[in-house]
């Protein structure tokens, strides 16, 4: 456990942070699993506009250091890719 003032403040300051983190993470999940079921429906229109909103939400998460950037790239494009083959 803590002992001292500064270890104390900062593992309040960790907890806040983990917390706001957590909050950050749960909505680009939410992001990506609205892109996922538009797949899933079949409905190119709905993925399209599910994609576009998930795109600065991945990005934000790239930003606020809760995500690698090459990570939020790899999903983008895996996604993205996903989206365009239900046209053919």
Request: glycine content about 4%; overall charge positive; hydrophobic content about 40%.
């Amino acid at each position: 456990m803590a002992n001292t003032p500064q270890s104390k403040k900062r593992a309040r300051q960790t907890a806040r942070r983990t917390a706001v983190n957590k909050a950050r993470r749960s909505r680009i999940r939410t992001f990506l699993r609205n892109v996922e079921e538009a797949i899933a429906s079949g409905n190119q229109e709905t993925a399209v506009a599910a994609l576009r909103a998930a795109q600065p939400e991945l990005m934000r998460g790239v930003s606020k250091g809760i995500l690698h950037k090459n990570t939020a790239a790899r999903k983008m494009s895996r996604l993205s890719s996903r989206v365009k083959a239900l046209s053919a």
